[in-house]
């Protein structure tokens, strides 16, 4: 019998994407997978329930896609009576934020629910790009920050030379500029504005100059962490940043703010200083924004909020579901890659000697697999699998 992968309606109010479109479906049908549908869950993002059903798929009711499906796709992390729903067994995958509710991810152990998170996808490496979650959405976000801040400021992006005067362009900083940021870079750019960057990992200035934009040198001497990602700053350098970011932010008309540091909460870049020695009209756009805080001082999420001075402060850390279409076909071809390289002759195969299936895994058989995960729960590390791994590198997507 073929392997059933069922698609959730999300359930925050702000979250407008779908795990998989009709597109994508049509594929995975074409592959001789059944795709159950829950009834409206593309409806947001413009994909309605008659094109899952011209797909190929069946379009049903929210406890028929828990109870029948092998393999359940969502986007953001299933509200708790969902969790309680899924069985042992089964295989969950979407954007969990697995280092940040550990205690879902123990729960899912304890009930061997098997779980794949794409923000534990190992990115850098090549095989597993098809399936950058991560990537694709922050792309998308980044442009649309650029896109949000031209709305609401109230000049000009471009510089402007008419019959009736000049007007000079827009100045743009982004702080933090790795997919978000150098999209937000790239469309700033096209918009007109004069575009600088800013951030702790030295390897972004080349990056940021490619794009015809002005990289800022920050004091903190080498940011970067481990696995391309940043490390959290000290106390001391911290306070440093604030300091040098006060005088690149009150030069600037709009500042995006994009920086995150794996598994700890948005650091804090722009300060209530900032915010209050900004000029009049300056618009921050907070890629950063969610209930653990965000990059900028004031940002609430989900939110447009004017401060007393004028200032615009943006809570936008839901960017990618605001451009819920594209986003969502992104995602879907990114789930699609996942789906392709776990099934193999009609089963589910998470090989534990495959670096992108432990990467990707938080909970597989009953235990928390992922080593990051582990070390985030203090919990000691597991012995490597003695089976050296089959030529996995060479393991295509089909
Ligand atoms: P991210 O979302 O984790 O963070 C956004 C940016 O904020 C990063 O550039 C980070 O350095 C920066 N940042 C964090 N704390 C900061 C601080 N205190 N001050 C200033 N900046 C700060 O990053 P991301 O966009 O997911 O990218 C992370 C890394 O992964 C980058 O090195 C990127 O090039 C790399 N990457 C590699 C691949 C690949 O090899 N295929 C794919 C995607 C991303």
Do not use: C
Request: zero cysteines; proline letters at 5%.
């Amino acid at each position: 019998m073929s392997l059933t992968i069922g698609v959730l309606k999300e359930s925050s109010p702000h979250e407008h994407r779908v795990a998989l479109d009709p597109e994508v479906t049509k594929r995975l049908v074409k592959k001789g997978l059944q795709i159950l549908v829950e009834a409206s869950a593309g409806e947001d993002a413009n994909f309605f329930d008659n094109d899952y059903e011209s797909a190929g798929a069946k379009v049903v009711d929210r406890n028929a896609v828990i109870e029948q499906s092998n393999i359940v796709v969502m986007i953001d992390n299933p509200d708790e009576q969902t969790r309680s729903q899924f069985k042992s067994g089964q295989l969950i995958l979407g954007l969990l934020n697995s280092l940040t509710v550990t205690d879902e991810m123990t729960e899912f152990a304890k009930n061997k629910v098997n779980v794949l998170s794409f923000d534990l996808l190992p990115r850098t490496i090549s095989r597993a790009q098809t399936m950058d979650v991560l990537s694709s959405q922050s792309s998308v976000a980044g442009y649309k920050a650029a896109v949000i801040a031209s709305d609401l400021y109230p000049k000009y992006f471009p510089m402007m030379i008419t019959a009736a005067g000049t007007i000079k362009p827009a100045k743009v900083l982004v702080l933090g500029t790795g997919v978000a940021g150098l999209q937000a870079i790239g469309t700033a750019k096209r918009l007109g504005a004069i575009v600088s960057g800013y951030d702790i990992r030295p390897a972004s200035r080349g990056e940021v100059e490619s794009l015809g934009a002005t990289f800022l040198t920050s004091s903190v001497s080498n940011g970067a962490g481990s696995g391309g990602y940043a490390r959290q700053l000290t106390d001391e350098e911290q306070e440093a940043q604030h300091k040098e970011l006060a005088e690149f932010i009150a030069q600037n008309d709009i500042v995006i703010t994009t920086a995150q540091v794996p598994g700890h909460k948005p650091p804090l870049m722009v300060t209530e200083d900032s915010v209050q020695n900004s000029k009049p009209g300056t618009v921050f756009v907070d890629l950063g924004a969610s209930d653990l805080g965000g990059n900028v001082a004031g940002s609430k999420p989900f939110e447009t909020v004017v401060t007393d001075n004028h200032v615009t402060i943006v809570g936008a850390g839901d960017l990618a579901s605001r451009v819920a279409n594209s986003s969502s076909q992104l995602f879907a071809k990114n789930v699609q890659a996942v789906i392709n390289y776990v099934i193999e002759d009609d089963q589910i195969q998470i090989d534990p000697t495959d670096d992108v299936l432990t990467g990707l895994a938080a909970v597989y058989d009953g235990e928390i697999i992922n080593a990051r995960l582990r070390k985030a729960l203090d919990l000691p590390e597991l012995p490597k699998p003695e089976e050296p791994a089959e030529d996995s590198e060479t393991k295509e997507e089909s």
